[in-house]
C-alpha cells in the first residue's frame, strides 16, 4: 500500500501546518442585546452566560470583547413602549441608537453592526405593519428604511435587515444614499429560515410573535434552492454581505450560496444552538471547549468568512490558548 493518509497527521507540528481551515478571532462578531433604562444587567434564563445591557453598564462586556480581539458586535435593541407599527425602531433614543453611539464615542476600534427589525418594537411582534393577521409587505418597507436612517445616523458602520421582506435591501440601500451614507454598508439576513432554533432569543429580544408565526417570510427549512435565490436577489438590490441563519443545520445552505455569491458571506451560529451545547455541556455530556471549537471551525469549512455568535468570548479565549 503506497497511500498511506496517517503520514500527513503524524505528529501536531504536521497536523498544524496542513490544516486547511483556519479559525481566528478576526472571523467572530458578538450579538449583545441592549435595554432601555440604567443600570441593568439581566440575565438571559435560557441562554446561560448571555446578559441584556443597558447602554451605562456595557462597559463590563465591552472590555472583554476588546480584550479579545474580537473585531465587531451585533446590536439588538429592546424597545421601552411598543406600538403597532414598532415607532421606537427609528427613535433617536432607542435603546439601539443610543449603543451605537456610545460604542463608537467610547470604542471606536469596534466595527458595530446593527439588527435591522421591527419585531422587537412592534406591540403584536411581527416583522412589519400589519394589514388584517398578515404583514404588509410593500407597507414595511419605508419604516424599516427610515430605522436603518436612524441607526446609521447614528454611527451604525453597517445595517442588518432581518424582517425577510421582499425588496428591503433597495428600500434602505435608496434611502441612505439619498442622505449621504453611501459608506453605510447592508449586511442582509438573506437567507433566514423559519427555524425552531430560534426559541431562546425571543426570550432574549422579547420579539415572540403574539399570534400565528412567520413562516410567511421567513424560508421554509427544506428548500435550499429558494434559499440560494433569497440571497443572489438580496445581493442584486445592494447588500454588501450575505447572511445565512440558522447555521449548524445549514451548512449545505452556507456552501451553496458560497458557491453562488462572491459577496463575503457571514453565518448566525444562533441562541438554540449556543443554548444546546450549553445544556450539554453543564450535564458533562460533551466538552465545551472541543465541540465550540469543532462547530465554528465547521461553519468556516462550509464557507462563510464571518461567524456570529454568543461562544465569541469564550471561543477567543480558546484560540489564544
Known amino acids: 500500500m503506497n497511500t498511506r493518509m496517517r503520514r500527513l497527521r503524524k505528529s501536531p507540528t504536521i497536523r498544524r501546518m496542513l490544516q486547511e481551515t483556519i479559525l481566528t478571532t478576526d472571523y ?22 448571555q446578559y441584556r445591557w443597558s447602554v451605562d453598564r456595557l462597559p463590563e462586556i465591552l472590555e472583554q470583547i476588546t480584550s479579545a480581539n474580537i473585531p465587531a458586535v451585533l446590536i439588538f435593541g429592546l424597545a421601552e413602549n411598543k406600538d403597532e407599527c414598532g415607532s421606537e425602531a427609528w427613535s433617536k433614543n432607542g435603546s439601539a441608537q443610543r449603543a451605537v453611539r456610545f460604542i463608537k464615542e467610547k470604542y471606536p476600534q469596534l466595527c458595530v453592526i446593527t439588527d435591522l427589525c421591527l419585531c422587537p418594537y412592534t406591540s403584536h411582534g411581527h416583522c412589519g405593519v400589519l394589514a388584517g393577521i398578515e404583514v404588509d409587505n410593500d407597507k ?18 453597517f445595517v442588518a435587515p432581518s424582517d425577510m421582506m421582499d425588496g428591503r435591501v433597495k428600500a434602505i440601500r435608496e434611502l441612505l444614499d439619498n442622505n449621504n451614507l453611501e459608506t453605510t454598508g447592508i449586511i442582509s439576513y438573506s437567507t433566514k429560515f423559519a427555524s425552531a ?29 429558494e434559499a440560494v435565490r433569497e440571497s443572489l436577489i438580496d445581493e ?14 445549514f451548512m449545505d445552505v452556507i456552501s451553496s450560496v458560497r458557491q453562488e455569491s462572491r459577496l463575503p458571506l457571514v453565518c448566525y451560529n ?52
Open 28 to 49: 467572530l462578531i458578538m450579538p449583545l442585546f441592549i435595554l432601555p433604562g440604567e443600570n441593568q444587567k439581566d440575565e438571559i434564563s435560557s441562554m446561560p452566560g
Open 236 to 249: 442584486a438590490e445592494g447588500a454588501d454581505m450575505l447572511m445565512v441563519k440558522p447555521a449548524l443545520a
Open 140 to 157: 414595511t418597507l419605508p419604516l424599516l428604511a427610515k430605522a436603518a436612517l436612524s441607526q446609521a445616523q447614528a454611527g451604525a458602520d
Open 270 to 321: 444562533v441562541s438554540g444552538e449556543y443554548s444546546m451545547v450549553k445544556a450539554a455541556a453543564e450535564r458533562g455530556w460533551l466538552d465545551e471547549k472541543s465541540i465550540v471549537l469543532e462547530n465554528l471551525t465547521s461553519l468556516k469549512r462550509a464557507g462563510a468568512d464571518l461567524i456570529i455568535t454568543y461562544h465569541a468570548i469564550d471561543a477567543a479565549r480558546w484560540l489564544a490558548e
Open 197 to 225: 432554533y430560534y426559541g431562546p432569543f425571543r426570550e432574549a429580544a422579547a420579539s415572540a410573535p403574539g399570534f400565528g408565526d412567520r413562516k410567511s417570510y421567513q424560508q421554509n427549512p427544506a428548500n435550499i434552492r
